[in-house]
Nanobody, 119 residues
Framework: QVQLVESGGGLVQPGGSLRLSCAASGSMFSIYTMRWYRQAPGKQRELVATITSPGNTNYPDSVKGRFTISIDNTKKAGYLQMNSLKPEDTAVYLC?????????????WGQGTQVTVSS
């Protein structure tokens, strides 16, 4: 049974950095696509980063230049490096991954990790 386990969230001051991790346990296959979403109380879920094999990335304007998404298939994990954090980045961050082989992939969701940006 494949599970995505997130870690790295926490409390950080404005201007600080955090690195979120999303590890795929129980899988011997590669991660082909990973996305990070965030959801703040009372707001719609927002897509904040996408990476697709072989390494194409996409970000909304709200995080472009501050967030960086990456995948390391030797560790079966993905990451979201978040710099210059702002209070409006406060949310639960969830990872989504498509794992499998080139013509057969399964989608998985992580459980979420809280990021709080506050002084």
């Amino acid at each position: 049974q494949v599970q995505l386990v997130e870690s790295g969230g926490g409390l950080v001051q404005p201007g600080g950095s955090l690195r979120l991790s999303c590890a795929a346990s129980g899988s011997m296959f590669s991660i082909y696509t990973m996305r990070w979403y965030r959801q703040a109380p009372g707001k719609q879920r927002e897509l904040v980063a996408t990476i697709t094999s072989p390494g194409n990335t996409n970000y909304p304007d709200s995080v472009k230049g501050r967030f960086t998404i990456s995948i390391d298939n030797t560790k079966k994990a993905g990451y979201l490096q978040m710099n210059s954090l702002k209070p409006e980045d406060t949310a639960v961050y969830l990872c989504y991954a498509e794992i499998g082989v080139p013509n057969s992939r399964t989608a998985y969701w992580g459980q979420g990790t809280q990021v709080t940006v506050s002084s």
